[in-house]
């Protein structure tokens, strides 16, 4: 599982998670649009939506967290969190000792049925847990399981080159915006040949690749706000709900609606096949 070294500023809020036991879990109910601005940990982090979709920020990129994943942040890293319609969050912190995923790169990760049961069972775990009892044994298939977990496709990296950033910005705020590559190549200050090679060199892909996975995160968190599957594709800047659809199949390998099946009901509006 490779992963590439962030900067691990500390210029942002220290939010202190007193660990009275090796692996201690949060449970916490967050409100539609709610924000939890930028800080860090001294302890690993597993975020994770029980209900819900959460958009993890850092200076790399935002990664999009819908029911069955959940982001891995290592300690140190600076992230605000965003709520997409209502969240249960479960989240879990772990001593540096730990450490099931290596690096200190955030990733989002599949949530298997065991992981999940596991981690709502972390949150009544008494503290500090016997390291001889039970709790600590399921402590054990939790890092396994968080270990074997497979990546998901749920990153959006951004580029630290300004001209390409300012390109990067415009477009998450709006991925509805069809203006040419020209046109965007006048927004860095540069020619299309340039700005495609930022792309390329700053997040590993083409700039028309990376508007793409921009709808499709940007969708994921409309309908976790609710919308039918018709308007999140219209909503982002897909020109049919089909072709967002076969996108979405093609990325995650299964239909929207599907993929929601752990969380918060999703429906097909009409037009919409899969």
């Not at 998670?17 to 949060?26: A, D, E, K």
């Not at 209502?86 to 790169?105: C, D, K, M």
Request: aromatic residues 8%.
């Amino acid at each position: 599982m490779s992963r590439n070294r962030q900067s691990t500023t500390r210029r942002t809020p220290l939010v202190d998670i007193p660990l009275r036991s090796p692996l201690f879990g949060l449970a916490q109910d967050h409100a539609p649009q709610e924000l939890i601005p930028p800080h860090h940990h001294d302890s690993d982090q597993l975020i994770y939506a029980s209900v819900g979709v959460v958009t993890v920020e850092t200076e790399d990129g935002f990664w999009v967290v819908p029911p069955a994943r959940a982001v891995w942040v290592p300690a140190g890293i600076t992230h605000s969190i965003l709520m997409s319609g209502r969240v249960e969050f479960r989240s879990l912190y772990l001593a540096p000792a730990l450490a099931p995923i290596e690096g200190t790169h955030c990733c989002v990760v599949q949530v298997s049925p065991l992981l999940r049961s596991a981690i709502l069972r972390v949150m009544e775990f008494s503290h500090p847990y016997p390291q001889q009892g039970s709790e600590a044994r399921l402590v054990e298939v939790i890092l396994d399981e968080i270990q074997l977990a497979e990546v998901a496709p749920l990153h959006l990296p951004m580029p630290s080159d300004e001209r390409a950033r300012r390109v990067a910005l415009a477009f998450r705020n709006d991925p509805t915006d069809r203006r040419s590559r020209q046109a965007w190549a006048h927004v860095a200050g540069t020619s299309e040949r340039t700005l495609e090679r930022l792309f390329h060199a700053e997040v590993g892909t083409s700039f028309g690749k990376w508007q793409r996975q921009t709808r499709l995160l940007a969708a994921l968190e409309f309908l976790a706000a609710g919308q039918s599957v018709t308007n999140a594709a219209l909503d982002v800047g897909f020109q049919t709900p089909s072709a967002f659809i076969t996108m979405f199949r093609r990325a995650m390998g299964t239909t929207p609606a599907r993929y929601f099946a752990e969380g918060p009901r999703v429906e097909e509006g009409a037009g919409a096949d899969g």
